[in-house]
Nanobody, 116 residues
Framework: QVQLVESGGGLVQPGGSLRLSCVAS????????MGWYRQAPGKQREMVAV???????TYSDSVKGRFSISRDNPENTVYLHMNSLKSEDTAVYYC??????????WGQGTQVTVSS
């Protein structure tokens, strides 16, 4: 069983920055696709950014140019660097791991609130 633990959320003013971290408890971290998703109140969970085992990245249009996903395989960690934050970025952010076989794992989520 894989456990994902997110950290780094909090309250930030519009235009500010945050870095989210997700540590995975797995011995084969580098072979997995990692992603960040978010869910705002009353809305469905949506993809924010994904990074493959080969470091290919995909971003939602709403965060392109502002957010950046990266991974540190020796540390079993994936990061989400968030810049120029907007109020509409307020949501619970979830870390996701997808095995090559297709198994899916989720973290417990971390709250990001963008407000003045």
């Amino acid at each position: 069983q894989v456990q994902l633990v997110e950290s780094g959320g909090g309250l930030v003013q519009p235009g500010g920055s945050l870095r989210l971290s997700c540590v995975a408890s797995t011995s084969s971290f580098s072979i997995n696709t990692m992603g960040w998703y978010r869910q705002a109140p009353g809305k469905q969970r949506e993809m924010v950014a994904v990074i493959t085992s080969g470091d290919r990245t995909t971003y939602s249009d709403s965060v392109k140019g502002r957010f950046s996903i990266s991974r540190d395989n020796p540390e079993n960690t994936v990061y989400l660097h968030m810049n120029s934050l907007k109020s509409e970025d307020t949501a619970v952010y979830y870390c996701n791991l997808v095995r090559p076989q297709g198994y899916n794992y989720w973290g417990q989520g971390t709250q990001v609130t963008v407000s003045s």
